[in-house]
């Protein structure tokens, strides 16, 4: 193409608007360039490594000190509950192990003196051994019908209600009984017959013997910590009136402590004259004429947690026995880290004072009279006992252990 001076012609373009025509282009460029790529102030440019004003920096500083300690706080007291819930649960462990072990040496010791091992044995370790709350023990006696059926007809549940409790609530019920000093006698096959009629019955290798019960309640927990896996082991004299519901509500809110011996404590004289009641023979060991007991568990009515009738089990044959029964149990703990719980409930009167105290609504869990060592004349006692300060059926089927 030619370029040509003056106004144009054919096929030419003048120089002017050749000019203009660029000038145009590069101004529209311009404007094009500007909407499009419009750069941000310097001040909305995030700057990540400027400084921060002075004196904000202490206050995110203390601030975020304030979370890192509290979220430790936190982290710690989560801690201590897991350690001190680690702790209760390995003490369960060590107790449990401790059963099965102290259940396996007794079986063990059954074959090898050819006793005849337990059907309730046979059936726990076949099926499986399931959890109990308590197992109460009723010391009984050869001549003590009368006393069993005045139980059996108030506190104690009969038949199928007995067989419910077991499987609801968790709780067993027998009445412990040895055999006579000429096994296979006349006393034995009547209680043979009268366990055949109610099947309440736990028969251990024992000789009967009113001086014999401390070596009766010994080998009773040992024998029951085999048959049964619970949390506390009872041991009650026919004599006594029993609430159930109450003495479970009690021993439910301590299953979680670690050896624990509950009852109504006491500290009485130790008895250095022969032919008085409750004389003690070895007076000798306890110090000076007019020295009292240590500190126990009247046996009237006591409980004691699964690892310490392990510690029992395991340790029957090495344990001294003295010739009242609650004292040999007490003397059992000392030197060992147990709980001692004094529970005036387990120790109430006969009417008036359970029955006031259960108008009250401080229902007890046991009432006897301390002057004969249990109900006087309980074989008929016992039912105006049951109707004045029993806590009621209800009570016991509506319970939550």
Request: include cysteine.
């Amino acid at each position: 193409m030619s370029w040509r001076r003056g106004g144009g012609g054919d096929g030419g373009v003048s120089r002017r608007w050749a000019v203009l025509l660029c000038v145009g282009s590069f101004c529209l460029g311009l404007l094009f360039t500007n909407r499009m790529w419009t750069l941000p102030e310097a001040s909305e440019i995030a700057r990540p490594n400027a400084n921060v004003e002075e004196g904000s920096m202490p206050v995110i500083a203390e601030c975020g000190s304030k979370k890192v300690q509290e979220k430790q706080d936190y982290r710690d007291i989560l801690q201590v509950q897991d350690t001190h819930h680690d702790v209760q649960s390995l003490d369960k462990t060590i107790a449990s192990l401790e059963t099965e072990l102290s259940a396996a040496r007794s079986l063990q010791e059954s074959l090898l003196n050819g006793a005849p091992v337990s059907e309730e044995f046979k059936v726990s370790e076949s099926i499986g051994r399931r959890k109990y709350l308590m197992v109460i023990g009723i010391n009984t006696a050869f001549s003590s019908r009368k006393r069993r059926d005045s139980i059996r007809y108030t506190w104690m549940p009969q038949g199928e209600k007995r067989k419910k409790l077991e499987e609801e609530k968790g709780i067993i019920i027998r009445f412990v009984i040895g055999h006579s000093a000429i096994s296979g006698g006349i006393v034995d096959r009547a209680i043979e017959a009268e366990d055949r009629k109610h099947g309440d019955f736990m028969r251990i290798d024992h000789v009967e013997g009113y001086l014999a019960l401390s070596g009766k309640t010994k080998t009773y927990f040992a024998t029951a910590v085999s048959l049964w896996d619970a949390d506390f082991y009872v041991k009650v004299d026919d004599d006594v009136h029993v609430n159930i519901a109450t003495l479970g509500n009690i021993l439910s809110r301590l299953a979680l402590k670690p050896r624990v011996y509950i009852g109504c404590m006491k500290s009485g004289p130790v008895l250095s004259e022969k032919g008085v009641r409750y004389y003690e023979p070895e007076h000798w060991k306890f110090g000076e004429s007019g020295n009292k007991y240590f500190r126990h568990a009247t046996g009237q009515l006591y409980a004691i947690s699964k690892d310490l009738a392990t510690y029992i089990s395991i340790n029957k044959h090495i344990l001294h026995k003295y010739i009242n029964e609650d004292v040999s149990l007490g003397s059992w703990f000392i030197g060992l880290d147990v709980e001692h719980i004094d529970d005036k409930r387990l120790c109430c009167g006969t009417p008036p004072d359970c029955e006031w105290k259960a108008q009250a609504g401080n229902i007890c869990a046991a009432s006897f009279d301390w002057r004969c060592s249990g109900i006087c004349n309980s074989e008929g006692r016992i039912w105006e006992v049951h109707n004045k300060c029993a806590e009621g059926e209800k009570a016991l089927w509506n319970a939550t252990f």
